[in-house]
Structures are given as structure tokens and as C-alpha cells.
């Protein structure tokens, strides 16, 4: 079975500032799906941005961008240039290639406090 | 992305009796998933809603507990039955459509409080 082990409970950045969010994750398989999921107090789960396990190069989404070892089974999160708005729950995920179980397999979760 | 709308958003219920939450997505969606998000903890997958079939549940959830039914391609509901206070939980709705290549997307969920 996979798991997804986010090892910070909390972090917290200065408004403006960058601020990377670690996550790891174990797996037999060779192709697979990463996320990053926002929730913030709506409880409202927000996808933030995903990475193909085949995929080489690094995802990016506007001022959230990822850092994809596969080797090291590592999926770190970056977010340049804080803003209020990005206080939040951040969840990492991980989900199988195979159609028909395509179940999303949750790390513990990041709080991230942005300070003004 | 589709929108999902969970009802209810919350509810304080009685230990003992049960509580039915109903998820609607606004179109045609292959997926249906229930997760559960108790007190300061991560998403746990309950069980896939199978339309016009049953459940598939996770280790640990059984029908009996946590009944669902999936009428249509657009509609779920999950019940949480004789109800504990280790049942207060979040319960989220999500749901995808059946390309691979597709992202999950979520209800805003529901906050249950058995008291």
C-alpha cells in the first residue's frame, strides 16, 4: 500500500516571502500521480497543482511550484511571493495510474501561517 | 471542473441515530468517493460509490455503518448510522470523471457533531 508522510505539522512565512513544504511518499509503482490539495478554513479542498510521475520536468502553477525527485520519492511544495490568501491546510496526495482505483492516498497535512 | 454541493454543511446529531448526507454534482461524473476527516487529521478514504451497484468500502469501514447509494451519474448520499461521538467528523464528497487524466474535485464537506 502507499503512504504519504508530511513531516512539518505546521510552517509559517513572512507575507512576500518563499516557502517550501516537504511531503514523501512510498511506492511499488512506476508511474503514479502526485497533488497538493489546499484546504482552508471553508474546508473546501482546492487542488493547488499535480505532477505526473513520468513526467521529468517540474510542475508549475503561477506562484506554486513543485520540486519531483522520484528517486528519493520526494514531493516538495514551493510557494514564492506569499500572500494572505495562502493561509491554509496544505495536503500532499498520491493516486495510483490504474483506472478503477483511483483513490487518493493522503499525507497528514501542513498548516501554513502567513504573517503579515 | 465540476461543482459538488454537499448537504447538509453541518449538523449536531444524537449519539444512536443516524445521519444521511447527500452529495450532487452539477454534471455526469464516472467517480464518486466519501472520505472522512476527523478532528485534526488527514483524509481517509470511506468507500467508492458504485453507480447502480454496491460500494466498494476500505479496510475498516463496513456497509452496515456507513450505507451508500449512488442512484445516477450525478448523485450520492452517505449515511453514518447508530451514531458515536468518535463519528464527529468532516465528510467530504469528491468525485472524477473516468479519464485518467482528470483531477479530483471536492463538496465543501460536512461537519457532523454527535453529542
Known amino acids: 500500500a502507499q503512504t504519504v508522510t508530511q513531516s512539518q505539522p505546521e510552517m509559517s512565512v513572512q507575507e512576500a516571502e518563499t516557502v517550501t513544504l516537504s511531503c514523501t511518499y512510498d511506492?511499488?509503482?512506476?508511474?503514479?500521480?502526485l497533488f497538493w490539495y489546499k484546504q482552508p478554513p471553508s474546508r473546501q479542498m482546492i487542488l493547488v497543482i499535480r505532477q505526473e510521475a513520468y513526467k521529468q520536468q517540474n510542475a508549475t502553477e503561477n506562484r506554486f511550484s513543485v520540486n519531483f525527485q522520484k528517486a528519493a520519492k520526494s514531493f516538495s511544495l514551493k510557494i514564492s511571493d506569499s500572500q494572505l490568501g495562502d493561509a491554509a491546510m496544505y495536503f500532499c496526495a498520491y493516486r495510483s495510474p490504474n483506472f478503477g482505483n483511483e483513490k487518493l492516498t493522503f499525507g497528514t497535512g501542513t498548516r501554513l501561517t502567513i504573517i503579515p | 471542473s465540476a461543482v459538488i454541493s454537499q448537504k447538509p454543511s453541518r449538523d449536531i446529531c444524537q449519539r444512536g441515530t443516524s445521519l444521511t448526507i447527500q452529495c450532487q454534482v452539477d454534471?455526469?461524473?464516472?467517480?464518486m468517493f466519501w472520505y472522512r476527516q476527523q478532528p485534526g487529521q488527514s483524509l481517509t478514504l470511506i468507500a467508492t460509490?458504485?453507480?447502480?451497484?454496491?460500494?466498494?468500502?476500505e479496510s475498516g469501514f463496513v456497509i452496515d455503518k456507513f450505507p451508500i447509494s449512488r442512484p445516477n451519474l450525478t448523485f450520492s448520499t452517505l449515511t453514518v448510522s447508530n451514531m458515536s461521538p468518535e463519528d464527529s467528523s468532516i465528510y467530504l464528497c469528491s468525485a472524477k470523471t473516468g479519464t485518467l487524466n482528470t483531477e479530483a474535485f471536492f463538496g465543501q464537506g460536512t461537519r457532523l457533531t454527535v453529542v
Open positions: 460509490a458504485n453507480q447502480g451497484s454496491e460500494a466498494t468500502y
Open positions: 454534471s455526469q461524473v464516472t467517480m
Open positions: 511506492t511499488s509503482e512506476s508511474d503514479y500521480y
